[in-house]
DNA sequence: CGAGATGTTGACGACCCTCAAGTGCAGTGG
DNA sequence: CCACTGCACTTGAGGGTCGTCAACATCTCG
């Protein structure tokens, strides 16, 4: 029985608020198509790209979710992509990928081609696009920022703690409920993201769940207590060296 | 007695790359020099901002090294940034920063004003500038991603190794050698960037140069052999399980 | 040259990884 | 519909890694 299944609307959707304005600018309608393809299933486990392969589109994830793995080999997780977020913003400039992706379920992405959005900006239609490409790449840049912190933290329920907690925030930033989700990934992919051990994933779970702070059936998710969770993200006490004071001239 | 210290040539500066763009669009020369300002020095430990400043530049590492703080206090060290690089890129499009940045040492800095580059776009003068910008923003992410993976490794060996590795990647990169350099921060700050204890950092450092992959006095580096180091980004044998080789229709 | 910060070392204990066994869930075929 | 099978998930025991604390060495800067 499918409680939640995340799918972003298409008016939320990123790729196709950038498909509208490159649309706009041309005589057609129909240019759109030619540069957008929605809604193209994509079935479990199945990738999308290989580390090797030429960058052809930028995807968004529609409905389902995406996971990411360094290099060719699917050794260690590199990230998670949830419905509404856009899989390979930071290739978008090179030749190829060095990393490979898959869907982590049954699921439909939007495509967008990059050589088209190139062609555009070369003639210096689009400035609206460039912004919001400039603007997209800067916010992933803020969410990689967050996963390192997180990734750093100390102890392993610290790690486990924020990771939920961020994952609900990156749900409630496409529309979806940030305290109830369900999670894409198996416990292993989660560790293998974390640099922890799958076992000591499944036990801070049940730690932070004896603390009241999340309830958690599996896949099913269900942040209980969110301060207590973000507060992980601070580290204890001991303060670093101070900054100089010094007023700047 | 300073050895190498690390100045980034002006024709190798990213900012000043920009600022050149920037100014052969407008009439004057004189244009370059409202919008950036040129070896701005700076003493150690005093701030480029804090969290909740409005976001006014960008700064460019001229010479010297900074580091980044999450928050406002110096609770966790968010990242460091050597000279060539930008700090602050990915708060472009943002009104405040919600980190804080400060010199690690005495240096110098190149400040580009951002309402200017802000006005640049909107008048659709520079097609350059914007896809300039988006390169750089995608190259950031693709750091912050790798810095990411780093942060994640199982192992505190694993960690320090790689993270050496990556400065001296990071050194190459803008004109620097990969394998001799001088480490900015502290083992304190290394420490409290990667997760670990500053005791921690210190034993693997030893058991690295044990291993005669690196020779380490205080804080100058020097890699002996960068392909053992970088072999530590790949985790041991432990795969995951298998893309499905399904061919998309 | 002295004082304070930074770096280093050792002992001990907590945390987390490893290994191995067992449980539950989902998809498949009888 | 239900047993079967495979995989993900869970649990426990034991050992290695790393954090903590305290003492000491070294470096830096005035």
Same mark, same amino acid.
């Given at each position: 029985?499918p409680?939640? $299944?995340?799918?972003? =609307?298409?008016?939320?959707?990123? #790729?196709?608020?950038t498909?509208?304005?490159?649309? =706009?600018?041309?005589?057609? +309608?129909?240019?759109?198509?030619?540069?957008?393809?929605?809604n193209?299933? $994509?079935?479990?486990?199945?990738?999308?790209?290989?580390?090797g392969?030429?960058?052809?589109?930028?995807?968004?994830?529609?409905?389902?979710?995406?996971?990411s793995?360094?290099?060719? %080999?699917?050794? &260690?997780?590199?990230?998670?992509?949830?419905?509404?977020? /856009?899989?390979? /913003?930071?290739e978008?400039?090179?030749?190829?990928?060095n990393?490979?992706?898959?869907?982590?379920?049954?699921?439909? #992405?939007?495509?967008?081609?990059?050589?088209?959005?190139?062609?555009?900006?070369?003639?210096e239609? !689009?400035?609206?696009? &460039?912004?919001?490409?400039?603007?997209?790449?800067?916010?992933?840049?803020? +969410?990689?920022?967050? %996963?390192? =912190? $997180?990734?750093?933290?100390p102890?392993?329920?610290?790690? /486990?703690?924020?990771? @939920?907690y961020?994952?609900? &925030?990156?749900f409630?930033?496409?529309?979806?409920?940030?305290? &109830?989700?369900?999670?894409p990934?198996?416990?292993e992919?989660?560790?293998s993201?974390l640099?922890?051990?799958?076992?000591?994933?499944?036990?801070?779970?049940?730690?932070?769940?004896?603390?009241?702070?999340?309830?958690?059936r599996?896949r099913?998710?269900? /942040?209980l207590?969110p301060?207590? !969770? +973000?507060? @992980?993200?601070t580290?204890?006490?001991?303060n670093l060296?101070?900054?100089?004071?010094?007023?700047?001239?």
């Amino acid at each position: 029985m499918p409680r939640h $299944i995340p799918i972003v =609307l298409c008016r939320n959707c990123a #790729l196709y608020k950038t498909a509208l304005v490159l649309g =706009l600018e041309s005589p057609a +309608q129909e240019a759109l198509h030619e540069v957008v393809i929605r809604n193209h299933p $994509i079935e479990k486990g199945q990738p999308l790209f290989y580390a090797g392969d030429p960058v052809r589109h930028l995807y968004l994830v529609h409905s389902g979710s995406c996971i990411s793995y360094d290099g060719a %080999e699917p050794r &260690q997780v590199r990230g998670f992509h949830l419905p509404g977020e /856009i899989v390979g /913003i930071e290739e978008m400039d090179e030749e190829r990928y060095n990393h490979t992706a898959c869907a982590l379920e049954d699921g439909s #992405l939007c495509q967008l081609d990059v050589s088209r959005l190139e062609e555009a900006l070369e003639a210096e239609e !689009l400035i609206k696009v &460039q912004r919001y490409l400039l603007a997209t790449a800067a916010a992933h840049a803020r +969410q990689l920022q967050k %996963e390192r =912190l $997180i990734t750093g933290l100390p102890n392993a329920e610290q790690r /486990i703690g924020a990771f @939920l907690y961020n994952l609900g &925030q990156r749900f409630q930033s496409h529309g979806f409920p940030a305290l &109830q989700y369900r999670l894409p990934m198996s416990r292993e992919e989660m560790a293998s993201y974390l640099g922890l051990a799958p076992e000591t994933v499944i036990r801070m779970l049940k730690k932070l769940a004896a603390k009241k702070w999340v309830r958690v059936r599996t896949r099913q998710v269900e /942040i209980l207590d969110p301060d207590a !969770l +973000q507060a @992980l993200l601070t580290r204890t006490p001991p303060n670093l060296t101070k900054i100089k004071s010094a007023a700047k001239n």
